[in-house]
């Protein structure tokens, strides 16, 4: 279904919008909420533009791009913020992960 890379989510600091792919629509309300939140926050914090993209093994990734030359955007803070994040939120980024697997790529669920 999906060979390239898939994007769950994303924060832009400079349109200040949020965007949720509609194909994770399913997903619970509490979940979506706390996605919003985490990236809006980083955004907040670092400046930029933060994407939560799934690649093509189904691994999800952050991925951060910022304007050229913009004297906002600190990328030693982004950098930090990744590493909090992925240990602060690990359990629901791994769940997420694994939902994408099995309901997207049809793996099968590991215990």
């Given at each position: 279904?999906?060979?390239?890379?898939?994007?769950?989510?994303?924060?832009?600091?400079?349109?200040?919008k949020y965007y949720l792919n509609p194909d994770f629509d399913?997903?619970?309300d509490s979940i979506k909420d706390e996605l919003k939140i985490?990236?809006?926050?980083?955004?907040?914090?670092?400046?930029?533009?933060?994407?939560?993209?799934?690649?093509?093994?189904?691994?999800?990734?952050?991925?951060?791009?910022?304007?050229?030359?913009?004297?906002?955007?600190?990328?030693?803070?982004s950098r930090l913020k990744i590493k909090q994040l992925q240990?602060?939120?690990?359990?629901?980024?791994?769940?997420?992960?694994?939902?994408?697997?099995?309901?997207?790529?049809?793996?099968?669920?590991?215990?």
């Open positions: 279904m999906y060979e390239e890379k898939v994007v769950l989510c994303g924060a832009n600091s400079y349109e200040e399913a997903l619970p985490m990236c809006v926050l980083y955004v907040n914090d670092v400046g930029g533009i933060l994407t939560l993209v799934y690649d093509e093994d189904g691994d999800l990734n952050f991925e951060v791009t910022s304007e050229e030359f913009d004297p906002m955007f600190d990328e030693i803070g240990r602060d939120k690990e359990e629901l980024l791994t769940a997420l992960q694994m939902y994408y697997q099995v309901f997207f790529l049809g793996g099968e669920l590991c215990y």
